[in-house]
T-cell receptor, first 115, second 114 residues
Framework: GQQLNQSPQSMFIQEGEDVSMNCTSS?????WLWYKQDPGEGPVLLIA?????ELTSNGRLTAQFGITRKDSFLNISASIPSDVGIYFC???????????????FGAGTILRVKS | NAGVTQTPKFQVLKTGQSMTLQCAQD?????MSWYRQDPGMGLRLIHY???????DQGEVPNGYNVSRSTTEDFPLRLLSAAPSQTSVYFC?????????????FGPGTRLTVT
């Protein structure tokens, strides 16, 4: 069943505001990933994090791999209308664990931006 | 490159009917997978394949079959459709091994079972 807890479930913010969302798990992951899904499309990889404590940026997006390896955070600065979509966190485990070398996804954070 | 393509984009089935969702990729990726997306549930892995001739079950495999006869294609078969299989289905592909998490997703197939 679902193993990643992603929050908030949805957000409705003003254009220009900063956005924060997070993902937690009871299990350790070796890699944390953040995907964005535009309406009617498949998810697209935004950021991948490989090391506990790592902080990585991609334009206005910044993500962190939690020290405990059980959580990750995504921040979006100065939001714009095209940031609308669903943001998914995903955890990646090493071989020989449940479902092998596979991704486990959170339920997603729906981001809506008021212009 | 077309990337990952899926057909059809939309499908309506009656309970008990069978059908095949098609997925193809032209990036020579070894790893391919099928997910279903339901509201509030994120993406759940149905089946995956690490190469031609090799498939395995994911988190929610019941009611679905897959095969992988070529590197490019990974069809998903619904044996006897049920309303619980109403969902959006995504196919994804990637290189296997350490880059397996860098998955490229197709545009999805929206399936409704009545």
């Amino acid at each position: 069943g679902q193993q990643l807890n992603q929050s908030p479930q949805s957000m409705f913010i003003q254009e220009g505001e900063d956005v924060s969302m997070n993902c937690t798990s009871s299990s350790i992951f070796n890699t944390w990933l953040w995907y964005k899904q535009d309406p009617g499309e498949g998810p697209v990889l935004l950021i991948a994090l490989y090391k506990a404590g790592e902080l990585t940026s991609n334009g206005r997006l910044t993500a962190q791999f939690g020290i405990t390896r059980k959580d990750s955070f995504l921040n979006i600065s100065a939001s714009i209308p095209s940031d609308v979509g669903i943001y998914f966190c995903a955890g990646h485990r090493s071989l020989y664990m449940e479902y092998g070398n596979k991704l486990v996804f959170g339920a997603g954070t729906i981001l809506r931006v008021k212009s | 490159n077309a990337g990952v393509t899926q057909t059809p984009k939309f499908q309506v089935l009656k309970t008990g009917q069978s059908m095949t969702l098609q997925c193809a990729q032209d990036m020579n990726h070894e790893y391919m997978s099928w997910y279903r997306q339901d509201p509030g549930m994120g993406l759940r892995l149905i089946h995956y394949s690490v190469g031609a001739g090799i498939t395995d079950q994911g988190e929610v495999p019941n009611g679905y079959n897959v095969s992988r006869s070529t590197t490019e294609d990974f069809p998903l078969r619904l044996l006897s459709a049920a309303p619980s299989q109403t969902s959006v289905y995504f196919c994804a592909s990637s290189y296997s091994g350490l880059a397996e998490h860098e998955q490229y997703f197709g545009p999805g197939t929206r399936l409704t079972v009545t």
